[in-house]
């Protein structure tokens, strides 16, 4: 067929694509068996571009187009435990429709993977970008990927698949990007072939299904207080297992393509002092706040996380045990909790270590609002003076430190 | 059309060893359709009684591929099926014919679920999906839904001095699946075996989504005597306060007419749910349900074209 044709990626490509484009490309080379979506902005770029493959004949999948965001990952739990590779896509206030039905997925192990074009929760209503969609989610089992660019947020989606359908994980997995800032972001993405995406992914073969119906099984059946303990210690002994399963398809991605993933990314942190933790798209604006200090002598360093469950607490331990003021950057917030959820695991994964850095977190860009490279080289200030005050009383400083969230970027008056 | 005997003889989809009440209904439902299809199905449920009583692990009752999912999803869930289906058909992963049926009780299917389910029919999938009717949120413990005829006494709408019982009409959930203009929609009861796999039969045959509303009775519920359960579902339908049709193509057909229409009031006091009807002694209530039954029952002879002194033909 000449549409067909004319999709077809037979030797990569640098191509310019926003973050929503480069991952619907990365569905059509996937070429899920079932794709059931919902539009939700700033989700709809991508569904409504794979859409498109459907009707132009590009990919065989079936796509099932909801009437609501429950009801599309419903669909892809039946479609899954039926056998079928089957993927959907969110944002936002679609992710929290869905949030009875995470638990299903992960609870009966089902491979799915879901692209979330991150997104605010009402009210107010908001449709731009931060993280608090996802994070309120953070207990429901799923493997959490977030990506920085668009680039990753096409290769992340793409290791996504095995890592998910790996034998010793079969956990849903769901790619994070920033609304707006990634999905409608123009960048430069290389695009692998098809070929190269068909044979990383690979055949989808499920061990049992529901429609080998010569083998009845019952899914999802009541588990009482003799049996549901044990499915989700299991769950949770999966989700730990993963780490090696996403560092080693992070490697041989990295093999295929020199674009090596890990759990988390550490940038220039060899020797560094002041360091900032973050994810998505803030990491790349911190890279380039460092690379501006370091010329001016300030040991600046950042580690990305990449992957934000399974949480990599000793990748964190390892990086940040030698620092001496770290500062955790949280697109969510938890309200009077002991901050957003990254600062919280990132104390919680701290703690115990003899010489254990002074640790302050900062809520930032909720509903959007920009987060600059000038505030990103505040927070860097206001670490060396952190460190300086703990020179004089480090246990002191370091316990105030780590009970204070500041807000970056907002109007207090 | 089955006989019987034939279907005594097909393989049972659910076995006995399940625990839902003795003189439960909804088995008695679960049987009758998936014996009346002879094609290899899998069949999703929604949460309630059918789904807690038949699949407590490590046991299961199903003997056909099973999936719950939640309790407002059936629909949602058994669509991925379906659609899972057609897509590794599609590749030549399966070859096999197979078939798809959802189950929910009234609570699932006319109130939490009813957009799934409106969703899932809109979009066409090929599949039957079976309301167990048995008129209340039977499983937490007898609550009203929309499916609760006007004065039953539940939980949530308990008659007392200053309210008898629920207020409200049944909402009339079969007219509103035909209304969605699906191939086809039918009600009956699991009383009428004949009806009920005859209905099935022609829901496998339509290209398309099709419905089936199955009156279920709740022995614990209704307040009826276990044994009672089948005669029940007969009364409902003498009475016509549950009345048998279907809607083949947009053409409604009532299809059974009681040779006589029976008094509400035969179908009504032996279930304790109605006591308080037969304690008020002005009679307002019970004649407010006879005007209610009545009301609909007029109504839906007129759509189907049939004549209202009750002389029509039964297709039954
Ligand atoms: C989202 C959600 N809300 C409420 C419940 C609690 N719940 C479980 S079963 C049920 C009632 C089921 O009633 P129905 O669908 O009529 O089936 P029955 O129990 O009568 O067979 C309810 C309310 C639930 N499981 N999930
Ligand atoms: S409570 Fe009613 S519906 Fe539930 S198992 Fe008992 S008789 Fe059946």
Redesign the pocket.
């Known amino acids: 067929m000449a549409t067909t044709e004319a999709y077809r990626i037979t030797e990569r490509r640098r191509v310019t694509m926003t973050g929503a484009e480069a991952t619907a490309e990365a569905m059509r080379q996937i070429h899920p068996d079932v794709v059931a979506a919902y539009p939700i902005t700033p989700q709809t770029d991508i569904v409504m571009r794979f859409a498109r493959f459907v009707a132009d004949g590009v990919v065989q999948t079936e796509f099932v187009p909801v009437e609501s965001e429950h009801s599309a990952l419903s669909a892809v739990v039946g479609a899954s435990a039926a056998g079928a590779r089957a993927m959907t896509a969110t944002s936002g206030p679609g992710f929290a429709l869905m949030h ?1 039905i995470l638990y299903v997925a992960a609870g009966y192990r089902l491979p799915i993977v879901m692209p979330v074009a991150n997104r605010a929760l009402s009210g107010p209503i908001n449709i731009h970008g931060d993280h608090s969609d996802t994070m309120g989610s953070r207990d429901a089992g799923w493997i959490h990927l977030y990506a920085e660019n668009a680039q990753e947020a096409y290769d992340d989606l793409i290791q996504a698949v095995r890592i998910a359908e790996h034998p010793e994980v079969r956990v849903p997995v769901l790619v994070g990007q920033d609304g707006f800032i990634i999905t409608h972001g123009m960048e430069i993405v290389e695009v692998l072939t098809d070929d190269e995406v068909r044979a990383f992914v690979g055949e989808y073969r499920p061990e049992r299904y529901l429609l080998d119906v010569d083998h009845p099984m019952t899914v999802g059946a009541l588990a009482l207080q003799n049996s549901y303990f044990e499915v989700k210690r299991q769950l949770a002994e999966a989700v730990r297992r993963s780490a090696r399963i996403i560092a080693d398809v992070g490697e041989e991605f990295g093999r295929l393509t020199g674009r090596y993933y890990g759990l988390t990314e550490p940038y220039r942190m060899e020797d560094a002092e002041l360091v900032i933790v973050a994810i998505g798209s803030t990491a790349g604006t911190a890279k380039d706040v460092i690379d501006e200090l370091r010329g001016r002598g300030v040991k600046a360093g950042l580690v990305k996380v990449r992957v934000f469950r399974p949480f990599p607490a000793r990748n964190l331990r390892d990086l940040l045990g030698r620092a001496r003021a770290v500062a955790v950057l949280d697109r969510a917030d938890s309200y009077a909790g002991l901050g957003g959820p990254l600062f919280a695991e990132t104390k919680a994964a701290l703690y115990g270590l003899p010489q254990a850095p002074v640790m302050t977190g900062y809520v930032y860009g909720l509903g959007g609002r920009d987060i600059t490279p000038e505030m990103i080289a505040a927070v860097y200030d206001d670490l060396g003076q952190l460190a300086e005050r703990a020179r004089a009383d480090h246990a002191a400083v370091a316990a105030e430190a780590a009970l204070s969230v500041r807000y970056l970027g907002v109007r207090e008056r | 059309m089955p006989t019987l005997k034939e279907l005594a003889r097909r393989p049972n989809p659910l076995t006995g060893g399940h625990s839902a009440c003795a003189g439960c209904g ?1 088995p008695q439902a679960v049987r009758l359709v998936l014996m009346s299809i002879e094609e290899p199905v899998v069949v999703a449920g ?5 789904e807690v009583t038949t699949t407590t692990y490590p046991n299961t009752a199903w003997t056909v591929p099973f999936i719950h999912n ?3 999803n059936a629909a949602a869930t058994i669509s991925g099926v379906e659609a899972a289906y057609r897509a590794l058909r599609r590749q030549g992963k399966i070859d096999r014919e197979i078939r798809f049926v959802a189950f ?6 006319y109130d ?1 679920g009813l957009q799934s389910l409106s969703g899932a029919v809109e979009r066409g999938h090929r599949f039957l999906y079976v309301c ?1 009717d ?1 008129q ?5 413990g007898i ?1 009203r ?1 929309s499916a609760t005829p006007y004065g039953a006494s539940t939980t949530t709408s308990p008659a007392g001095e200053a309210v008898p019982g629920k207020l409200q009409r049944r909402k009339d959930l079969t007219a509103i699946l035909a209304a969605h203009g699906i191939p086809y929609v039918a009600q009956s009861t699991i009383a009428h075996w004949q009806d009920l796999t005859r209905k099935v039969r022609r829901a496998m045959e339509v290209d398309g989504p099709a419905f089936i509303n199955v009156l279920a009775p ?1 022995r614990l519920g209704w307040g009826t005597d276990p044994a009672m359960t089948v005669r029940m579902a007969e009364l409902a339908a003498e009475t016509c306060a549950w009345p048998l049709f279907e809607v083949d193509h947009g053409q409604w057909h009532v299809t059974y007419v009681p040779k006589q229409k029976l008094p509400v009031e035969e179908y009504l006091r032996p279930q304790e749910r109605f006591r308080h009807v037969f304690q008020d002694k002005s009679g307002q209530l019970l004649a407010a349900i006879q005007r209610d039954v009545d009301e609909q029952w007029e109504a839906l002879l007129a759509k189907a074209g049939q004549a209202v002194d009750g002389k029509a033909a039964s297709r039954a």
């Open positions: 009875e | 909804f929604a949460t309630g009684c059918m939640a309790f407002e929910g009780g009234d609570g699932g299917t939490i167990y048995n209340a949120y039977m499983n937490t609550q839904s709740c």
